[in-house]
T-cell receptor, first 112, second 113 residues
């Protein structure tokens, strides 16, 4: 257990529904990252925050995706109007500036 | 952008043998190279990392080597044990440990008795 927690661990939703995931980083970590991992692939970067500021977003992050970290602690990732192609493991990681990234257990999303 | 290739995709070794996984990267500006181990149903776990100012780093049975000229780095696991069985990912970052990681496609290592 790295100290990064994610909720829920599993989510099944129907196409077109909205879903929201939560990540709680290691408490003193000021950087928080979101990655997406599909079956048989490595994680792909989506976005990251330093404190409450979102500093970078990948082109993978379509306008249906939005992430927030309102108080510089936990973060949420929302997917609107889900599509079957959104089915994946969504991973959160946290770090101190200039230090290693530690990953949470992930949220597995299945869109039916 | 950065591209990381990883080989082999699967690797089977007998307990006690060594395992080697190799990665190449495309961006010569990359300067941080971590390795993660991922077990079924879990998130990636950092096992070792190396920065571009170092050619080799060792931690007990695990070592990583880096060749900046050839743009490749390798993970070496000696005296493998059944609990080493997992998927291993290499990654690269262009601006240090606090930036986004670009991952390889993973190597499934199976250690047989």
């Amino acid at each position: 257990d790295t100290g990064v927690s994610q909720d829920p661990r599993h989510k099944i939703t129907k196409r077109g529904q909205n879903v929201t995931f939560r990540c709680d980083p290691i408490s003193e970590h000021n950087r928080l990252y979101w990655y997406r991992q599909t079956l048989g692939q490595g994680p792909e970067f989506l976005t990251y925050f330093q404190n409450e500021a979102q500093l970078e977003k990948s082109r993978l992050l379509s306008d249906r995706f939005s992430a927030e970290r309102p108080k510089g602690s936990f973060s949420t990732l929302e997917i609107q109007r889900t599509e079957q192609g959104d089915s994946a493991m969504y991973l959160c990681a946290s770090s101190l500036v200039g230090q290693e990234q530690y990953f949470g257990p992930g949220t597995r999303l299945t869109v039916t | 952008g950065e591209n990381v290739e990883q080989h082999p995709s699967t690797l089977s070794v007998q307990e006690g043998d060594s395992a080697v996984i190799k990665c190449t990267y495309s961006d010569s500006a990359s300067n941080y190279f971590p390795w993660y181990k991922q077990e079924l149903g879990k998130g990636p776990q950092l096992i070792i990392d190396i920065r571009s100012n170092v050619g080799e780093k060792k931690d007990q049975r695990i070592a990583v080597t880096l060749n900046k000229t050839a743009k490749h780095f390798s993970l070496h696991i000696t005296e493998t044990q059944p609990e080493d069985s997992a998927v291993y990912f290499c990654a690269a970052s262009t601006t240090g440990t606090a930036s986004k990681l670009t991952f390889g496609t993973g190597t499934r290592l199976q250690v047989t008795l």
